[in-house]
């Protein structure tokens, strides 16, 4: 067992990562792409706006832009539309998508090896404020674990997949569902 910091962070932000790829991938461009709540939510969408923000915070906050920036959605596109990396464009890809990032996680990756965990940068959009990597790092794992457990809940209400990492692990065999639904509903009733 490591107790390295970055080690630990590594180990933990793989599996939530391909675990947000693994509830996603397997999809049709439709099921991907088609809005799931009254404000557009949508699971490739999700998929594009992680990829784009783990690119700014350990990319660009760090004096160490992707790559493939012009890739990303461009700053000056969430003047138009503030939704601008919620959503596939028309010429956007689910496979598209999922190699961007890949990619963008392969140079998240490498920032983290890179630099030490008291390595300082600035967010441009939290007014060049400094943060730590440190700070990043548990700033974005955060917020992957919430666009994780939004993808988990809209892939259900798809076709019914559940499971930790991928759709079926994780989860009971041979589980009578509607039964466990309708006691939660008749425990719900009495209230």
Request: aromatic share 8%.
């Amino acid at each position: 067992m490591t107790t390295d910091p970055k080690a630990v962070w590594q180990r933990y932000y793989r599996e939530r990562r391909e675990a947000l790829i693994g509830k996603v991938e397997d999809l049709s461009e439709r099921d991907a792409r088609m809005p799931r709540t009254p404000t557009g939510t949508n699971l490739l969408g999700i998929v594009k706006h992680v990829l784009n923000v783990e690119a700014i915070y350990l990319g660009l906050t760090f004096d160490r832009p992707f790559p493939g920036e012009h890739e990303l959605v461009p700053e000056e596109s969430y003047d138009v539309d503030p939704q601008t990396d919620w959503f596939a464009t028309e010429h956007e890809t689910l496979a598209g998508i999922i190699d961007l990032y890949r990619r963008v996680i392969a140079h998240a990756e490498e920032t983290v090896e890179l630099l030490d965990l008291d390595a300082v940068g600035h967010v441009e959009h939290w007014g060049g404020r400094a943060v730590t990597l440190h700070e990043i790092l548990i700033h974005n794992f955060n917020d992957l674990c919430q666009h994780g457990g939004q993808v988990d809940i809209l892939r259900e209400g798809i076709d019914g997949a559940v499971g930790w990492r991928r759709p079926g692990d994780n989860v009971p065999d041979g589980y009578d569902w509607p039964a466990y639904v309708a006691k939660l509903t008749a425990l719900a009733e009495r209230y």
